[in-house]
Structures are given as structure tokens and as C-alpha cells.
């Protein structure tokens, strides 16, 4: 673990799903693998109405002892009221939001928490990289959205710092405070 690491404030890791139970299971088990102090882990999953075996995957699911991951269900409205019911059931100081097929490397969690103990105000985000699983086999339009397309434009970040258009809910934390206070995302819009 990271000597940037000074304290280990607990991280509730918020995941949207809606029929995607094999993805999801992938997700979760890569996140188990993390090198954060598993009684630091906090996972709600946020089944959006699925009527696949989300339910059935997630209680099945041999969870490594000191995570803690909770099962919220929610009527379909789409992956904002998803992130929304999730960030309000969430016990950790530090929200991270990600996708269902976010597959994290070992770190994520740590690397999230680093950065904001290195900037501890509570209007701090911190956003992550994404880029394509190298188990996925990617085409040239695939390339062009990761690298110069809209998709994730990490390009058009001049420094360490982003604005707002860079949001991206599949891989960013924010304090849960923050949120919390300045307002959570719009469930108008029903889409991810």
C-alpha cells in the first residue's frame, strides 16, 4: 500500500446495474482484489429494475470478510436515480462511482484515496482513467473515441485539472458531504 496513504477513510463505491449480472460479477470480483483495507470497502450495488439475475448473482456472491456490499433495488429510472439512492444509502466519506463494467485495476480505490488526501477540500473530484479491457478486441472507431472522439476526452485536460465536462460517472469520487450538500445528479435525464 501507497505511503501517500495517511489515514483510510472509508469508500462506499457506487454501481448503477440494469440487467448485466455476468459484467457486474466480473466488476465485483475485481473490486474484492483491492489493496485498500477491505473494512474500508463499502459496495452498493443499485439494481435499476433489472429482470435479469442481478438479485440472484448478488446474493450468491462469497464476499471476502470486511467488505461490506449492499444490495439496493430500485424502480427503473435510469442510472442517475440508480447513483442517487446509492450516494444517500452510502456510510463511506468518499463516494466512487462506476460503471458496472468498470474493471479496476488492484489500486483504484487507493489511487482515489490518495489523491484526495493530497487535496482534502470537499469540492475536490477526482476523476480516473478508463480506457478499453485489453480482453475486448477494439475496432479503429474504438481507438478514435478512447484517444481523440468524445467518449472520454482526456486529451482536452490541460494539468491536473477538469471541469465539469469531464464528469465521467465510470470511474470518479467525490466526498459524499459535497454531494450531499451541492446536489446530486439529475434524474431528468434517464440515460447514462
Request: charge should be neutral; glycine fraction near 6%; proline fraction near 5%.
Amino acid at each position: 500500500m501507497s505511503s501517500d496513504l495517511k489515514n483510510y477513510p472509508k469508500v462506499s463505491v457506487i454501481i448503477p446495474t440494469y440487467n448485466r449480472c455476468d459484467v457486474l460479477q466480473r466488476s465485483l470480483g475485481l473490486l474484492f482484489d483491492q489493496d485498500y483495507p477491505k473494512d474500508k470497502i463499502e459496495i452498493c450495488v443499485i439494481d435499476d429494475g433489472s429482470t435479469d439475475e442481478t438479485k440472484q448473482v448478488i446474493e450468491s456472491i462469497k464476499v471476502p470478510t470486511g467488505i461490506k456490499l449492499v444490495y439496493l433495488a430500485n424502480v427503473h429510472k435510469g442510472p442517475a436515480a440508480a447513483r442517487n439512492k446509492g450516494i444517500l444509502q452510502a456510510s463511506g466519506s468518499v463516494v466512487l462511482i462506476i460503471n458496472d463494467d468498470t474493471f479496476a485495476t488492484r489500486t483504484l480505490i487507493s489511487e482515489h484515496v490518495k489523491f484526495h488526501n493530497q487535496f482534502p477540500t470537499d469540492n475536490f473530484a477526482v476523476l480516473g482513467l478508463i480506457a478499453w479491457d485489453k480482453d475486448i478486441p477494439t475496432t479503429a472507431f474504438m481507438k478514435w473515441l478512447e484517444h481523440k472522439g468524445p467518449l472520454f476526452s482526456y486529451y482536452r485536460i490541460q494539468g491536473i485539472y477538469a471541469n465539469w465536462r469531464h464528469a465521467w460517472t465510470c470511474n470518479i469520487s467525490y466526498k459524499r458531504d459535497f454531494l450531499i450538500k451541492e446536489g446530486l445528479f439529475d434524474e431528468d435525464f434517464p440515460y447514462a
